[in-house]
Nanobody
Framework: QVQLVESGGGSVQAGGSLRLSCAAS??????LGWFRQAPGKEREGVAA???????NYADSVKGRFTISKDNAKNTLYLQMTSLKPEDTAMYYC????????????????????WGQGTQVTVSS
């Protein structure tokens, strides 16, 4: 069983930065991802990384967000810079036991385990 707990959300002004963390307990997950859901919108995959270092970013965050993980701490991170009001959403961490193809890494239907989410609000 994998349990995921996100932290690091908050309110910032446009252009600011935040770092989200996701503490993972348990073992056996091979792919980790960050997803977000804004009010009235579908959940979207933001970034994903697997245990061999394959990374996939959504076009909307490329060059601004960086996904990384610390295996010793069992923690996934999402460093967010140059934040925009449209980045406002609830951010979720997700994990799956499989190595997902690059095409599927940001597909929410492929993930088995989910955290409760952390809110990010960016004001203009």
């Amino acid at each position: 069983q994998v349990q995921l707990v996100e932290s690091g959300g908050g309110s910032v002004q446009a252009g600011g930065s935040l770092r989200l963390s996701c503490a993972a307990s348990g073992y056996g997950y091979s792919t980790l991802g960050w997803f977000r859901q804004a009010p009235g919108k579908e959940r979207e995959g933001v970034a994903a990384i697997d245990n061999v270092g394959v990374i996939n970013y959504a076009d909307s965050v490329k060059g601004r967000f960086t996904i990384s993980k610390d295996n010793a701490k069992n923690t996934l991170y999402l460093q967010m810079t140059s934040l925009k009001p449209e980045d406002t959403a609830m951010y979720y961490c997700a994990a799956d036991r499989r190595y997902l193809s690059r095409r599927l890494m940001r597909d929410e239907d492929e993930y088995e385990y989910w955290g409760q989410g952390t809110q990010v609000t960016v004001s203009s």
